[in-house]
């Protein structure tokens, strides 16, 4: 009788054990996109200041960078806020902030602008039909 108590705690210990380990990678990562915003923020700074080398499609590159950087930092403040799980929208926002950094460096070929603003509309898509999923639960 005493060993199928055991028996039933195991997977609730397992997951503490995992939400443990998860929760410490996350907030390793955490840190180290912190320590990379802060990186790219240096050198978006000196991109911008140094006017004899100013390269504005270097510069929206950056920027674009800053903010997947800064959408990551928030996906994962947003895991610990909601109850330890991750929102859909904020992976459908990094990968719409994803494929434009791909649109502003990899411009070269038409035919995959054409695609990749088209995966920006399904992902739109996606996203306004998540949000109105939402809507539709809290009424």
């Not at 499609?57 to 990551?72: H, N, P, R």
């Amino acid at each position: 009788m005493e060993e199928s108590s055991e028996l039933e705690k195991l997977p609730k210990m397992i997951t503490g054990v995992l939400k443990i380990v998860l929760s410490s990678a996350l907030i390793a990562l955490a840190i180290v996109l912190i320590i990379a915003l802060g990186k790219i923020t240096y050198t978006l700074a000196m991109m911008v200041l140094n006017t004899s080398s100013f390269v504005p499609y270097d510069v929206a590159e950056q920027a674009v960078m800053f903010f997947l950087y800064f959408g990551f930092i928030g996906l994962i403040v947003q895991y610990f806020k909601s109850g330890y799980h991750f929102p859909l929208r904020y992976f459908i926002y990094a990968g719409i902030t994803a494929m434009l950094r791909l649109i502003i460096v990899n411009h070269e070929s038409s035919v995959d602008t054409l695609l990749f603003a088209g995966s920006i509309l399904v992902m739109v898509i996606a996203l306004c039909l998540v949000l109105y999923s939402n809507r539709l639960k809290n009424l």
